[in-house]
């Protein structure tokens, strides 16, 4: 009984430290396993600089056919923008500061066109996950069989275009069968994009955009996140102390009655 009672505060703080580990590394395979592997997207949240530049990328380019109705424009406030900011730069169809960040386009007429409405974006990125959001804008080519001209590495034979292709530019694709190494016959395996025509901006510089559109969309899909992490880390901090505590207490207790 007195080993049990000195042991088990430690073994609270082991099983719930090993529960967080698993939970996270569960989360991370969900993400990646399967299809194309995923690219480590850029951590820009404390960065101010990116995060505007990531809502005027936003607005001008998902939001044609893509809503945000979690989010209001005012609330853009938290990474450093005014409201003469917002209307001169995010505002074009006579939206006001205080409205949800809705699409022009109505369902009906997304459903013409695209076969679907196409999804709101607001937690986006807390269902798919940064990386994937990453990877996904930066692997469409050319694909002359599909609907719109284009596939994607990461979502094959995706109803949306590249709206980004004058940045990045058009390419190709470029796959070959090689033997599989787990299973019998071949595997149509991906080895690289053929540059077909050049875009307004070079890969790297593209890149380093979509990184700061990742961003703000990691921002909007939780705007408190960097807050919750800072009083989850002083929640953790106060557990490990306070198991130390208990289980001195603990010792003492039983030190005493024995």
Request: net charge positive.
């Amino acid at each position: 009984m007195k080993i049990f009672n000195l042991l088990q505060p430690t073994r609270l703080l082991a099983a719930f430290t090993l529960v967080l580990s698993l939970s996270f590394i569960t989360v991370q395979s969900f993400a990646s396993e399967g299809g194309h592997p995923l690219d480590k997207a850029p951590n820009r949240l404390n960065n101010m600089s990116a995060l505007q530049n990531g809502a005027k990328l936003f607005v001008n380019y998902c939001m044609n056919c893509h809503g945000a109705v979690s989010m209001r424009y005012n609330r853009l406030r938290d990474i450093g923008l005014t409201d003469e900011q917002i209307k001169q730069n995010l505002l074009f169809t006579g939206e006001k500061v205080g409205d949800l960040m809705k699409v022009a386009m109505s369902e009906k007429e997304s459903k013409e066109w695209f076969g679907k409405a196409p999804p709101d974006l607001s937690v986006e990125s807390r269902s798919r996950g940064p990386d994937w959001i990453y990877t996904y804008l930066r692997t469409f080519y050319v694909d002359e069989n599909r609907p719109t001209g284009w596939n994607n590495l990461v979502y094959k034979n995706v109803g949306m275009p590249h709206v980004l292709w004058e940045l990045q530019g058009q390419r190709a694709a470029k796959f070959e069968d090689v033997k599989d190494a787990h299973h019998a016959g071949t595997e149509h395996r991906f080895v690289g994009f053929e540059q077909l025509t050049p875009g307004l901006m070079k890969q790297q510089e593209f890149d380093d955009q979509m990184g700061d559109l990742v961003a703000f969309m990691s921002w909007m899909g939780e705007p408190v996140q960097l807050e919750r992490k800072r009083l989850g880390v002083i929640v953790l901090i106060f557990l490990a102390i306070f198991t130390i505590f208990a289980w001195r207490l603990n010792k003492a207790y039983w030190k005493s009655i024995h």
